[in-house]
């Protein structure tokens, strides 16, 4: 590759003002709610998510507290029915899904030596929506509208003849609303991954981490509309009388199912794909060389992806489907172990061929690995037909689903997030204290589930807010519960060690971990337009592979602008005007969110309600320049 | 390494043009996801439809009247002959014309409003209630969607239409109607298998 050498631009440090002045964000509450900043955004977004990781925590521990003795009244019935629904609700729809779409928000441009993200509006406008479903579930829970069937409702009970009142409908709209977000990020994040890519960083060259998140965001693309589409035509059944899903009538009730599931086993594989992306990162940087077999691990992250979306129905073995069928989705479930097998082998190998070093965020990365295996374990028992016939909705079910989504998904991300915290805050956390909630969450979570599969072989259902003592289940639930509070005493600390080390941690500098990845080439934090000029990568780390890292000048100093360039090469192609901060993504937001909320109570919501949101996308998508001068409508002076 | 890597200036990408056109403009990019996902949405819906169908032994349903042919005929006439003139303004912003992209526009804005009413029309002869049965539920859920999707792309085009004939045309704009052009094509698109699925399918089983 060869470029016009040109250095009439601005020396460094000019430079780097003059950029600051262009990025900067206007002062005050204003500039905090126009800002276009995929940092700034990321930050809210993830600060959101932890705080309602700890309310549903704090619901868990409820629910284990009721169930520490038989016969306890902590929680009555429908106490606990609306306790287990928020929670899990939360922990999925505003917890799980947001936040790993939040950590490709921050990182993405980062590692892609880039400004900002494709559409910085549309982030804006994903994090407004999302912060609206979080209050139609949490507001509602507060007037004592919680909804109480569950993570997933299926009608009947969720249709208007056995659950009326609005709890199913505030459950089905909050759907609405994280979906909707999660869709503008993701198409946010594939655009940005395929046509922002610096020179040289060909779809070969391209770190496993981007490849994850757009993974990631095409299965969300496929499967998000699904749910959307389901949760719809429950609330048009219950609002207008359709009758989708009432089969005295013509409709079906497994269609319910089938359509959620057809979002619900991705979904799975959407939090963990980015955290694949997560544990990659840190085993390379922690074991000082790059991935063993990075083309096996991205086949695998792809194949995981395709076959993720020919599983839905192994949730339904329960419901009596053909013969044929059950056989099909037991082997391809079980297929899915292969490709998640062939990762577990390429970090192992990696580990073991590096020099690794037992920073906290590796520590996460033993964890996980630990935990993952025995959840896919699990997992591989209940993906046979027959004997998820007998486990189905016991204590064994809800055990393997932690150990997959805590495993999973929860341990890779407080991984990343010890990893990059220095880079987002400029901090080092203490490792003492990231020790200590390591070994207290870990150890404490598996004290607390593990003998869940032993309860749920010995029978006790999933979803009973109490039981007899004769049952012989007391003791391992008085273990299960400990196990809980020591794992949320241990996540207390770790966040009070992510909020202390602010002040008190050591300084980082741009690149503490001695990482790979463009994004430590910035500095820590980094500035809002985070590079002053456009790296060129020659490899797939290109912080180990160049000295000194080589720089092009050109794009924009003082008007917002990145590089776009080719799908496959990475050739630069243009040069793009990044969009302005804007008042327009969080008015265009609420008004989404009054027609969503509208539509609860009458179909007329849809139709008034659109044309609030109508003008609110005239304004936020009118472009800014000179009026016409010829034609019938021209400037007159 | 707590220091800032070293780095060196090595060239200037401040040759590069500041636009392009079709799938190298980074919006095109943002509004194939976006069909990407509504024709998710449209496919699921045409699988519900099928699934229910499947489930039925007659559709549609002993009692339910066909749906009429006339203005659903008209509607997809019309929609069909609407893409010389939007294939034509596609050419027009490929070539940034701004007065042929004017008049396109104004014309799609026309042939928009035009096509509505009948659809408005056409709803009056799906002969089943939403409520009535599983079959009027499918047939309305696939001729919202898709109506949904005309309204949006009409309002989309008027606006379009009144920023153009006021404001000096640039290169972005004339991708942004690149962009409405090609999201009409898909929305057109669309239409034939819902179409074939609500009006022959009931008349075939
Ligand atoms: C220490 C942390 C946690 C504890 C103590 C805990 C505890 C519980 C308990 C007691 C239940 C109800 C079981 C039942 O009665 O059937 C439950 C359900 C559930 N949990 Fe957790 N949980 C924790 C973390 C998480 C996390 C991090 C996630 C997701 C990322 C999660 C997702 C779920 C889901 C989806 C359900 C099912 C809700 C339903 O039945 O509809 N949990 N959890
Ligand atoms: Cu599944």
Redesign the pocket.
């Known amino acids: 590759m060869t470029f016009a050498l040109q250095s009439n631009e601005p020396k460094t440090s000019e430079r780097h003002a003059r950029l600051a002045q262009t990025w900067a964000d206007a002062p005050g509450i204003w500039g905090f709610l126009t800002t276009v900043d995929h940092k700034r955004i990321a930050a809210r977004y993830i600060l959101t998510t932890v705080v309602l990781?700890f309310a549903?925590?704090m619901l868990?521990?409820h629910?284990?507290l009721q169930?520490s003795f038989p016969e306890l009244k902590v929680l009555g019935p429908q106490g606990?029915n609306e306790?287990?629904?928020l929670?899990?609700?939360t922990?999925?729809f505003l917890?799980?899904v947001p936040v790993m779409e939040a950590m490709g928000i921050w990182l993405v441009p980062l590692m892609l030596g880039q400004r900002a993200l494709a559409f910085p509006r549309l982030a804006a406008f994903s994090f407004w929506l999302y912060v609206g479903g979080v209050m139609t579930l949490w507001v509602s829970h507060a007037l004592d509208i919680t909804p109480d069937?569950?993570?997933?409702e299926y009608p009947p009970l969720s249709g208007s003849a056995y659950s009326p009142g609005h709890r199913a409908d505030i459950w089905a709209q909050m759907i609405t609303f994280t979906e909707v977000a999660a869709l503008a990020a993701s198409v946010n994040m594939v655009a940005t991954i395929l046509k922002m890519r610096p020179p040289g960083m060909t779809l070969a060259r391209m770190p496993l981490f981007l490849w994850a998140m757009l993974v990631a965001s095409l299965m969300t693309i496929f499967a998000m509309p699904a749910v959307m589409l389901v949760t719809s035509m429950l609330i048009s059944d219950r609002l207008v009388s359709t009758v989708f899903f009432a089969p005295t009538q013509g409709g079906d009730i497994l269609l319910f199912q089938h359509l959620f599931w057809f979002f619900g086993h991705p979904e799975v594989y959407m939090?963990f794909i980015p955290a694949v992306g997560f544990i990659t990162a840190i085993v390379e940087t922690f074991s000082r060389r790059t991935i063993v077999g990075h083309t096996a691990m991205v086949l695998s992250v792809v194949a995981i992806g395709v076959l993720a979306f020919g599983l839905w129905v192994h949730h339904m073995f329960a419901v009596g489907l053909p013969k044929l069928g059950n056989s099909f989705f037991t082997a391809a479930s079980l297929a899915i172990a292969l490709p998640a097998g062939i990762q577990v082998f390429c970090w192992i190998a990696t580990i073991w061929s590096g020099r690794p070093q037992f920073y906290t965020p590796f520590l996460w990365v033993i964890g996980f690995i630990i935990t993952f295996v025995m959840g896919g374990l699990s997992g591989v028992m209940t993906a046979s037909a027959p004997l998820d016939l007998q486990l189905t909705d016991t204590?064994f079910v809800?055990a393997h689903?932690?150990y997959v989504?805590?495993g999973g998904?929860?341990f890779p991300l407080l991984g990343a997030f010890c990893y990059w915290y220095p880079k987002a805050t400029g901090r080092m956390m203490s490792e003492r204290w990231g020790w200590a909630s390591f070994l207290l969450i870990v150890g404490?979570?598996n004290l607390?589930?593990f003998p869940m599969h032993i309860l749920g072989l010995m029978g006790m259902?999933?979803?009973?807010?109490t039981y007899d003592p004769s049952l012989g289940w007391s003791t391992l639930n008085m273990v299960a519960t400990l196990g809980?509070a020591i794992?949320?005493l241990g996540?207390l600390i770790f966040v009070a060690n992510a909020f202390l080390s602010l002040w008190r941690g050591a300084p980082a500098g741009p690149d503490p971990w001695g990482g790979s990845t463009l994004e430590w080439a910035a500095s820590s934090p980094p500035p809002q337009h985070n590079f002053d000029y456009t790296p060129v990568v020659n490899s797939i780390a290109p912080l180990w592979s160049e000295d000194p890292l080589r720089m092009l000048d050109g794009v924009g100093v003082s008007r917002r602008e990145v590089l776009v360039s080719s799908l496959a090469e990475a050739h630069p192609e243009y040069r793009q005007k990044s969009a302005q901060p804007s008042i327009w993504p969080l008015l265009a937001a609420i008004a989404v969110s009054i027609m969503f909320i509208g539509s609860i109570f009458t179909p007329w919501a849809v139709v008034w309600g659109s044309l609030p949101i109508a003008g609110a996308l005239t304004a936020w998508f009118w472009p800014q320049r000179p009026r016409s001068k010829t034609g019938p409508l021209r400037v007159r002076v | 390494m707590a220091t800032q890597k070293e780095v060196s200036v090595v060239g200037s990408l401040a040759d590069l043009p500041d636009h392009a056109n079709g799938a190298r403009h980074l919006v095109w990019w943002g509004n194939l996801g976006f069909m990407l996902i509504e024709g998710t949405g449209f496919a699921l819906a045409i699988a519900a439809y099928l699934y229910v169908l499947s489930h039925s032994s007659a559709w549609p349903p002993a009692g339910d009247a066909l749906p009429d042919l006339g203005w659903s005929g008209v509607f997809t006439l019309g929609l069909l002959l609407s893409e010389i003139p939007n294939l034509w303004l596609l050419r027009q912003a490929r070539a940034k014309k701004e007065q042929a992209v004017r008049i396109g526009i104004l014309l799609m804005t026309v042939i928009g409003v035009g096509l509505t009413v009948i659809r408005l029309l056409e709803f009056g002869h799906l002969n089943v209630r939403w409520s009535a049965d599983g079959y009027g539920s499918m047939v309305w859920l696939l001729m919202v969607l898709h109506t949904t999707h005309v309204f949006t792309e009409l309002g989309e085009t008027a606006v379009q239409a009144l920023w153009l004939f006021t404001h000096e045309v640039g290169d972005n704009q004339f991708s942004d109607v690149e962009d409405t052009a090609n999201y009409w094509t898909f929305v057109v698109l669309f239409w034939l298998p819902i179409y074939g699925l609500v009006y022959w399918m009931p008349r075939l089983s």
């Open positions: 990781l549903a925590g868990a521990l629910m284990r169930l606990y306790a287990f629904s929670h899990g609700s922990m999925l917890v799980s069937l569950g993570w997933f939090i204590y809800v689903f932690h989504l805590v998904a929860i404490g979570f607390g589930f259902p999933r979803r009973v807010y809980s794992a949320v996540g």
